[in-house]
Protein backbone atom coordinates (compact mmCIF):
# COMPACT_ATOMS: atom_id res chain seq x y z
CA UNK A 1 0.00 0.00 0.00
CA UNK A 2 1.12 3.43 -0.52
CA UNK A 3 2.23 6.10 1.49
CA UNK A 4 0.32 9.32 1.98
CA UNK A 5 -3.08 10.21 3.58
CA UNK A 6 -6.39 8.58 1.94
CA UNK A 7 -10.26 10.51 2.46
CA UNK A 8 -12.72 8.20 4.39
CA UNK A 9 -15.28 7.85 1.77
CA UNK A 10 -18.13 10.04 3.48
CA UNK A 11 -20.79 10.77 0.17
CA UNK A 12 -22.88 13.59 0.10
CA UNK A 13 -26.16 13.02 1.43
CA UNK A 14 -28.14 16.43 0.57
CA UNK A 15 -30.83 16.28 -2.05
CA UNK A 16 -30.88 19.03 -3.42
CA UNK A 17 -26.92 19.66 -2.85
CA UNK A 18 -26.73 16.40 -5.54
CA UNK A 19 -29.48 17.44 -7.85
CA UNK A 20 -27.06 20.49 -8.60
CA UNK A 21 -23.48 18.86 -8.60
CA UNK A 22 -25.50 16.04 -10.90
CA UNK A 23 -26.46 18.77 -13.27
CA UNK A 24 -23.56 20.45 -13.24
CA UNK A 25 -21.67 17.21 -14.29
CA UNK A 26 -24.17 16.48 -16.90
CA UNK A 27 -23.99 20.25 -18.25
CA UNK A 28 -20.69 20.44 -18.12
CA UNK A 29 -20.44 17.19 -20.49
CA UNK A 30 -22.62 18.64 -22.58
CA UNK A 31 -20.53 22.08 -23.20
CA UNK A 32 -17.81 19.20 -23.60
CA UNK A 33 -19.66 17.66 -26.19
CA UNK A 34 -19.82 20.85 -28.32
CA UNK A 35 -16.87 22.08 -27.78
CA UNK A 36 -15.00 18.80 -29.20
CA UNK A 37 -17.65 19.16 -32.04
CA UNK A 38 -16.94 22.60 -32.85
CA UNK A 39 -12.92 20.97 -33.28
CA UNK A 40 -13.85 18.57 -35.42
CA UNK A 41 -16.08 20.38 -37.33
CA UNK A 42 -15.76 23.80 -36.89
CA UNK A 43 -17.55 26.78 -35.35
CA UNK A 44 -19.54 28.03 -38.31
CA UNK A 45 -20.78 23.72 -39.67
CA UNK A 46 -24.09 23.70 -39.37
CA UNK A 47 -25.66 20.35 -37.72
CA UNK A 48 -27.29 18.22 -39.46
CA UNK A 49 -29.26 17.15 -36.84
CA UNK A 50 -30.08 20.63 -35.30
CA UNK A 51 -29.92 22.53 -38.64
CA UNK A 52 -28.28 25.25 -36.36
CA UNK A 53 -24.21 26.48 -36.38
CA UNK A 54 -22.12 24.69 -33.86
CA UNK A 55 -21.07 27.85 -32.26
CA UNK A 56 -24.68 28.61 -31.71
CA UNK A 57 -25.65 24.73 -29.96
CA UNK A 58 -21.72 25.75 -27.77
CA UNK A 59 -23.80 29.35 -27.13
CA UNK A 60 -26.50 27.32 -25.50
CA UNK A 61 -24.21 24.43 -23.53
CA UNK A 62 -22.37 28.15 -22.24
CA UNK A 63 -25.64 29.31 -20.79
CA UNK A 64 -26.94 26.19 -19.29
CA UNK A 65 -23.54 25.86 -17.71
CA UNK A 66 -23.65 29.59 -16.62
CA UNK A 67 -27.35 28.60 -15.21
CA UNK A 68 -26.25 25.81 -13.29
CA UNK A 69 -23.11 27.44 -11.87
CA UNK A 70 -25.28 30.63 -10.68
CA UNK A 71 -27.66 28.12 -8.49
CA UNK A 72 -25.03 26.62 -7.24
CA UNK A 73 -23.38 30.25 -5.99
CA UNK A 74 -26.93 31.29 -4.57
CA UNK A 75 -28.10 28.05 -2.92
CA UNK A 76 -24.94 26.83 -1.68
CA UNK A 77 -22.29 29.70 -1.30
CA UNK A 78 -19.88 28.29 -3.47
CA UNK A 79 -18.43 31.76 -5.21
CA UNK A 80 -15.68 31.62 -7.23
CA UNK A 81 -13.03 33.35 -6.51
CA UNK A 82 -12.02 37.39 -8.83
CA UNK A 83 -8.87 37.09 -8.05
CA UNK A 84 -8.43 33.31 -9.20
CA UNK A 85 -10.51 34.67 -12.85
CA UNK A 86 -8.39 37.58 -13.29
CA UNK A 87 -4.96 35.07 -12.85
CA UNK A 88 -6.48 32.78 -15.33
CA UNK A 89 -7.67 35.62 -17.92
CA UNK A 90 -3.96 36.50 -17.75
CA UNK A 91 -2.95 32.56 -18.18
CA UNK A 92 -4.47 32.41 -20.99
CA UNK A 93 -3.61 36.04 -22.56
CA UNK A 94 0.62 34.68 -21.96
CA UNK A 95 -0.51 31.27 -23.31
CA UNK A 96 -2.32 32.42 -26.59
CA UNK A 97 0.92 34.90 -27.32
CA UNK A 98 2.75 31.30 -27.36
CA UNK A 99 0.87 29.67 -30.20
CA UNK A 100 2.33 31.11 -33.48
CA UNK A 101 5.82 30.24 -32.31
CA UNK A 102 4.84 27.02 -31.64
CA UNK A 103 3.07 26.94 -35.30
CA UNK A 104 6.36 27.64 -37.03
CA UNK A 105 8.15 24.52 -37.46
CA UNK A 106 11.88 24.02 -37.53
CA UNK A 107 13.60 22.80 -40.80
CA UNK A 108 15.17 20.37 -38.88
CA UNK A 109 11.78 19.08 -36.91
CA UNK A 110 10.62 18.97 -40.78
CA UNK A 111 13.45 17.16 -42.04
CA UNK A 112 13.50 14.35 -39.11
CA UNK A 113 9.78 14.12 -39.80
CA UNK A 114 10.30 13.47 -43.50
CA UNK A 115 12.59 11.08 -42.64
CA UNK A 116 10.65 9.21 -40.45
CA UNK A 117 7.59 8.90 -42.96
CA UNK A 118 10.21 7.73 -45.36
CA UNK A 119 11.55 4.92 -43.38
CA UNK A 120 8.27 3.66 -42.36
CA UNK A 121 6.94 4.22 -46.06
CA UNK A 122 9.77 1.79 -46.97
CA UNK A 123 9.19 -0.73 -44.13
CA UNK A 124 5.56 -1.22 -45.45
CA UNK A 125 7.26 -2.01 -48.61
CA UNK A 126 9.55 -4.20 -47.27
CA UNK A 127 12.54 -2.18 -48.78
CA UNK A 128 15.36 -0.61 -47.30
CA UNK A 129 14.55 3.09 -46.84
CA UNK A 130 17.08 5.77 -49.38
CA UNK A 131 16.87 7.78 -45.85
CA UNK A 132 17.95 5.86 -43.40
CA UNK A 133 20.34 8.27 -40.66
CA UNK A 134 23.47 7.87 -43.53
CA UNK A 135 21.40 9.92 -45.58
CA UNK A 136 20.17 10.36 -49.42
CA UNK A 137 21.64 8.21 -51.94
CA UNK A 138 21.06 10.21 -55.14
CA UNK A 139 20.74 13.54 -56.61
CA UNK A 140 16.97 13.25 -57.45
CA UNK A 141 15.87 12.00 -54.28
CA UNK A 142 17.33 14.46 -52.37
CA UNK A 143 16.16 17.47 -53.88
CA UNK A 144 12.13 15.57 -53.91
CA UNK A 145 12.59 15.47 -50.64
CA UNK A 146 14.16 19.15 -49.88
CA UNK A 147 11.28 20.51 -52.15
CA UNK A 148 8.47 18.52 -49.48
CA UNK A 149 10.09 20.36 -46.78
CA UNK A 150 9.58 23.96 -48.41
CA UNK A 151 6.27 23.08 -48.72
CA UNK A 152 5.40 21.63 -45.50
CA UNK A 153 7.02 24.64 -43.61
CA UNK A 154 5.35 27.10 -46.01
CA UNK A 155 1.63 25.53 -45.69
CA UNK A 156 2.44 25.45 -41.77
CA UNK A 157 3.68 29.33 -41.96
CA UNK A 158 0.71 30.40 -43.96
CA UNK A 159 -1.44 28.49 -40.95
CA UNK A 160 0.11 30.32 -38.50
CA UNK A 161 -0.21 33.84 -40.42
CA UNK A 162 -4.36 33.38 -41.59
CA UNK A 163 -5.09 32.41 -37.87
CA UNK A 164 -3.53 35.37 -36.55
CA UNK A 165 -3.41 38.01 -38.41
MG1 LIG B 1 -27.36 21.62 -21.75
Redesign the pocket.
Known sequence: MTEGKISPWVPEQDPFRLAMLSKLIE?CN?LAGRAARCISHGLEQVDPDKNRPNADLMA??MA?VIACMTMIEVRLGITPDDDRIEKKFEGYKRWHALIPDALVISEETAEAAAREHDREEAAQMGETSPWSDFGPQDTDAAEWRGGRIIVMQVALRAAALRGFR
Do not use: G, P
Open positions: EEDED
